[in-house]
Nanobody, 117 residues
Framework: QVQLVESGGGLVQAGGSLRLSCAAS????????MGWYRRAPGNQRSLVAS???????IYADSVKGRFTIARDNAKNTVYLQMNSLKPEDTAVYYC???????????WGQGTQVTVSS
């Protein structure tokens, strides 16, 4: 059983910043990977940033240099620092936990990020 709870979304003006948090609880394994996805209105849910096998990170091209993913393993929490926000970043942001056993994705409820121009 895994629960993911996102927080930190809100309304910001273009150029502003937000910090999203995702607290994971339940049975969390060291092999689990966590990351962030987003879904804009009318679009598919797509990768924003995630940790890779071995502790590396990957980012969508559209957010490179602006967003930073971080984690606190002791708290089972992952963060997404979002700087220089653009209206195109407006979306519901979802925390993701990927479990290799069963190749299963767990999702949080999502948190709305709206960037005004």
């Amino acid at each position: 059983q895994v629960q993911l709870v996102e927080s930190g979304g809100g309304l910001v003006q273009a150029g502003g910043s937000l910090r999203l948090s995702c607290a994971a609880s339940g049975m969390i394994f060291s092999s689990d990977a966590m990351g962030w996805y987003r879904r804009a209105p009318g679009n598919q849910r797509s990768l924003v940033a995630s940790f890779t096998r071995g502790g590396g990170t990957i980012y969508a091209d559209s957010v490179k240099g602006r967003f930073t993913i971080a984690r606190d393993n002791a708290k089972n929490t992952v963060y997404l620092q979002m700087n220089s926000l653009k209206p195109e970043d407006t979306a519901v942001y979802y925390c993701n936990l990927y479990r290799i056993a069963g190749s299963y994705n767990y999702w949080g409820q999502g948190t709305q990020v709206t960037v005004s121009s």
